[in-house]
């Protein structure tokens, strides 16, 4: 695929964009005013120097003169201005394909009793027409995904529906494949070498790590390079791991990139350790659980926020311990989303499949029903925590590429919330209320 058309940069969000995650800055400048309450002063500084009041934010363009202020240090003034380097020219802000924005249609599927969520508008049904269809070309024409029986499988996951809502900001269905086919890949990976389809603990390590190649490139001695490029095309979650990273790398910088491949070992350490539990058949501790489930994750989504959204978050406001904390947190609330929603499908499933009411009822002596709604306050705690540290880090680090990666952040969750409640296919509550 040729890398996608980049319109010229724009600074500000279009407004058919304009909705997604706005409470994420409602809550900042809640906390804000606070702060100045509290402190009688201006927003606590972050242990970066605070940066430059911006009127009139704007995305550093790459190679623009750097931002000059007493207050930003000459690191932050680096990290302002952005990648300026080689093959940084599609690190810009892309002005959003204008379609219509959809009335907010009641989701199907009943949200949980209780559980604290935000609801998003249908996901622009124009572009998941689109993206439905292009993906399913790529599963079928360019990876051979999965056999003829599986199709309906496929079609009820809804993956397109679901990547529009998670990417209001997405400036073009071109970006929104990005993430549509990472999102393909992942979940191939997990049912193929972990869950139903053919998944086991045994021998996982190795199908994972070859996987992993996949998305981070052996360098070897040449008489054995070949041996290895072939492996790439050997099975379905390798062929769509391949290709959809192929993509990514051509439209995002290189440390998009590396982030992406961080994340994704972060994701396969998470399903070794749940998977050595299946083999022993061991409950671990509640707070094990959900140290495991911290990384058994959907982090790899929310974090190409920016790749999708057609800008970069600097590796250095990426890295910072208040965004890894939001981002964690965010991750957090969205995969207990997930412990919720598919728990009766998990309690169908042949042997004993972990989730947070399961690890809670078994350690904590509780009954099924009350296990479930201690996971909804888990979850609702989480959801608070993310978003009291995403209006912190809005206040302290007012960037905009800091701002819209939180935005995209929250819109994910927001997002991913939606798919989960709507997916009546794959997904039913329990009769505890
Ligand atoms: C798409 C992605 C990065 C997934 C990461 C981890 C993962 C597979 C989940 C969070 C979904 O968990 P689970 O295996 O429980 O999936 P279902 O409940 O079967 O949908
Ligand atoms: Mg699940």
């Known amino acids: 695929m040729p890398a996608p058309e980049l319109p010229p940069p724009q ?9 997604f995650g706005a409470h994420i800055l409602d809550a900042a400048a809640a906390r804000a005013r606070d702060i100045k309450a509290a402190t009688g002063g201006a927003p606590r500084v972050p242990s970066l120097p605070a940066p430059p009041a911006m009127s009139a934010p704007t995305l550093p363009i790459p190679g623009a003169p750097a931002v000059k202020t007493s207050a930003a240090s000459a690191g932050l003034e680096r990290i302002l201005r952005g990648p300026d380097g080689l093959g940084t020219g599609s690190l ?17 599927g009943i949200p949980i009793p209780g559980l604290y969520y935000h609801p998003i508008p249908e996901p622009d049904p124009v572009r998941v027409e689109e993206v439905s269809r292009r993906i399913k070309s790529w599963a079928l024409d360019e990876v051979a995904l999965y056999p ?8 009820g996951f809804s993956v397109g529906r679901y990547m529009v809502g998670c990417h209001p900001d997405a400036p073009t269905v071109d970006h929104l494949m990005l993430a549509t086919r990472l999102m393909v890949a992942e979940n191939a990976v997990d049912d193929c070498y972990c869950e139903d389809h053919g998944g086991s603990p045994i021998g996982l390590g190795e199908r994972l790590l070859l996987a992993h ?12 390079q070949p041996g290895w490029a072939k492996s790439l095309h050997a099975d379905a979650p390798r062929r769509a791991y391949r290709s959809a990273m192929e993509y990514f790398v051509r439209a995002a910088g290189p440390s998009q990139a590396d982030r992406l491949r961080h994340d994704m070992a972060r994701l396969h350490l998470g399903y070794l350790a749940e998977a050595a539990w299946a083999q022993s058949e061991h ?9 495991m489930r911290q990384f058994n994750n959907f982090r790899p989504c929310p974090t190409i926020t920016d790749t999708v959204g057609g800008y970069e978050l600097p590796a250095d406001l990426h890295a910072q311990a208040a965004m890894q904390k939001v981002i964690a947190l965010a991750g ?3 995969t207990i ?9 998990e309690l169908d499933a042949p042997g004993r499949h972990l989730n947070l009411p399961v690890v809670i009822s078994e350690r904590e002596g509780l009954t099924d029903r009350d296990a479930y709604l201690k996971s909804v306050d888990i979850h609702n705690e989480l959801m608070r925590d993310f978003e009291t540290a995403a209006a912190d880090l809005a206040v302290a ?10 935005r995209g952040v929250a819109a994910w969750v927001d997002g991913n919330h939606h798919w989960h409640q709507s997916n009546t296919y794959r997904y039913s509550l329990p009769d505890f209320w």
């Open 11 to 19: 600074s500000s969000l279009p407004e058919a964009a304009s909705h």
């Open 92 to 108: 810009r802000m892309i002005l959003r394909e204008e379609t219509p924005t959809p009335a907010a249609a009641p989701a199907e």
């Open 148 to 155: 003829d029986d599986w199709e309906e499988e496929f079609d």
């Open 213 to 224: 190649t996949a998305l981070d490139p052996l360098h070897t001695a040449e008489e054995y």
């Open 283 to 291: 409950v671990p501790e509640v707070w094990e659980y959900l140290a």
């Open 332 to 334: 957090n609330a969205t």
């Open 337 to 345: 989303v997930n412990d919720l929603y598919s728990y009766t499908k």
């Open 397 to 406: 680090c007012p960037v905009l590429s800091v701002q819209r990666f939180l």
